[in-house]
Nanobody
């Protein structure tokens, strides 16, 4: 079965860094776009970052540009999110997602673009 498993979350002070990983299993994901979303308590899920199948094109929410970097290692079937200069407002459950076998009409920065979703990993940034 297809699974996405996130890891690397935790508690960090403001200004610190974390590196999230999303390991995919059940199929290879080298030909599919991957994305990261986050959801804070009482707030809607929001787009964070995405990377296309080639790894050459990346997309970021304005709130994380210059601080977060998304990358992928297709040989390991893994996507990463390097988070630097973390702020308290970055506190959320971070979830990775993968494009399905059928390309969606939605753009890569929207949740509707993705088909497979992980369970998420908690990131807490203290002030």
């Amino acid at each position: 079965q297809v699974q996405l498993v996130e890891s690397g979350g935790g508690l960090v002070q403001a200004g610190g860094s974390l590196r999230l990983s999303c390991a995919a299993s059940g199929r290879t994901f080298s030909n599919y776009a991957m994305g990261w979303f986050r959801q804070a308590p009482g707030k809607e899920r929001e787009f964070v970052a995405a990377i296309d199948w080639s790894g050459y094109s990346t997309y970021y929410a304005d709130s994380v540009k210059g601080r977060f970097t998304i990358s992928r290692d297709n040989a390991k079937n893994t996507v990463y999110l390097q988070m630097n200069s973390l702020k308290p407002e970055d506190t959320a459950v971070y979830v990775c997602a993968s494009e399905g076998t059928v390309h969606a009409a939605e753009v890569v920065t929207t949740a509707g673009f993705y088909y497979y979703w992980g369970q998420g990993t908690q990131v807490t940034v203290s002030s």
